[in-house]
């Protein structure tokens, strides 16, 4: 039985370690253990947002910060109890001080509190092992310890600097698009710069698409779960006003003089079409994101895409508009991952998303 007891110990301390390294190293997995906890917490996050009506937004902007202890707390207290059940049967071959040892015998709960005081490194020394295997035990777990500290302030340093990228994709698009009309900035700068300044927008704005694409791919809780109190930082301006850029910059590149836009058109529309399938197969899974490029355009996506094209300077032209369409199509899957990312959050339409309906 002590056997089985110090095996099971030894299995769970190798599921932290692999669940930790998974989320904190690999590019494209999360361990199974944080996967669980994160979607957990800001699943109920969520239901609380819900509950709350008029506080939503304060609820939802505890959710990130939330998440991220709820993971932390789960990696060290698992990792310590995996350790105390190692420790556990071998309390025998372990001394105590004179006031703990006459007191009662060593429980389970001394092996818990002698794993977490080694793990932390902290080492009061009123519990201590005798034989050689339990020595080096303590030197491993100590070492183990210091590695998860590490991971830890890792996963912290990778989750800032992702919020980072994604508010500088935000803010850009507030400054740029006067709010998040991205048909703006293209207008602005076609108009008043020429061809060579919508280029420029248009790659600079790709650029930070993908960015944020590449630290929403590492971590998934960066593109929704971890919210601010300010709508000028939250990602679903941002994401509407970068579509609706490359929705312009694709009718604009049809227009004549303005074809030196097309290849900074199609840079953004990619980009920006990535971004929105990682977030959609993280989110609402990848059965979804597969879908936003099957889904034809519906009456008030060509109505949309009309909108914008009276906007733009030129004759007026812009192409055919038929269902396979570029414009037209990132025009339709920008307004689905948009009604699917109000549902989410409890929103009635995507278009109060857009209007600032978070700001309740």
Request: aromatic share 6%.
């Amino acid at each position: 039985m002590a056997n089985l007891v110090m095996v099971a110990g030894g299995l769970v301390v190798l599921v932290v370690l692999v669940d930790m390294l998974l989320t904190v190293l690999h590019p494209d997995v999360e361990g199974p253990l944080a996967w669980f906890v994160q979607r957990a917490i800001w699943k109920a996050s969520l239901l609380g947002a819900r509950a709350v009506g008029p506080y939503r937004r304060a609820v939802l902007s505890l959710a990130g910060p939330l998440l991220v202890v709820a993971t932390f707390m789960t990696w060290a207290v698992v990792f310590v109890l995996g350790l105390s059940l190692v420790v556990w049967p071998n309390l025998e071959d372990y001394r105590s001080e004179p006031e703990l040892s006459h007191s009662r015998p060593l429980g389970f709960i001394d092996a818990f509190y002698y794993s977490g005081v080694t793990v932390s490194v902290l080492g009061y020394g009123d519990i201590t092992p005798t034989t050689g295997p339990l020595k080096v035990l303590a030197v491993a777990a100590s070492g183990l310890g210091f590695a998860v500290l590490t991971g830890l302030v890792t996963y912290l340093v990778q989750v800032i600097q992702g919020i980072d990228e994604r508010q500088r994709l935000a803010l850009t698009v507030q400054d740029e698009a006067a709010g998040d009309r991205g048909a703006t900035m293209l207008v602005r700068a076609a108009q008043v710069e020429g061809v060579a300044a919508a280029r420029t927008r248009c790659d600079a704005w790709a650029a930070l698409a993908r960015a944020a694409e590449d630290k929403l791919h590492r971590l998934p809780l960066l593109a929704f779960v971890y919210r601010s109190s300010d709508l000028e930082h939250e990602p679903e301006p941002a994401l509407r006003g970068a579509s609706e850029a490359a929705v312009a910059a694709l009718l604009l590149a049809r227009r004549p003089g303005w074809e030196g836009l097309g290849p900074a058109a199609d840079n953004l529309a990619s980009a920006v079409a990535r971004l929105q399938s990682t977030i959609a197969a993280q989110y609402f899974g990848k059965g979804f994101a597969r879908e936003l490029d099957r889904r034809g355009p519906e009456q008030q996506d060509h109505d949309r895409l009309r909108d914008i094209a009276v906007l733009l300077p030129g004759d007026g032209r812009s192409g055919a508009l038929g269902e396979g369409d570029p414009a037209l199509g990132m025009v339709a899957r920008s307004r689905s991952f948009l009604a699917a990312v109000a549902d989410m959050l409890g929103v009635s339409s995507a278009d109060e998303v857009h209007a600032g309906a978070l700001r309740s």
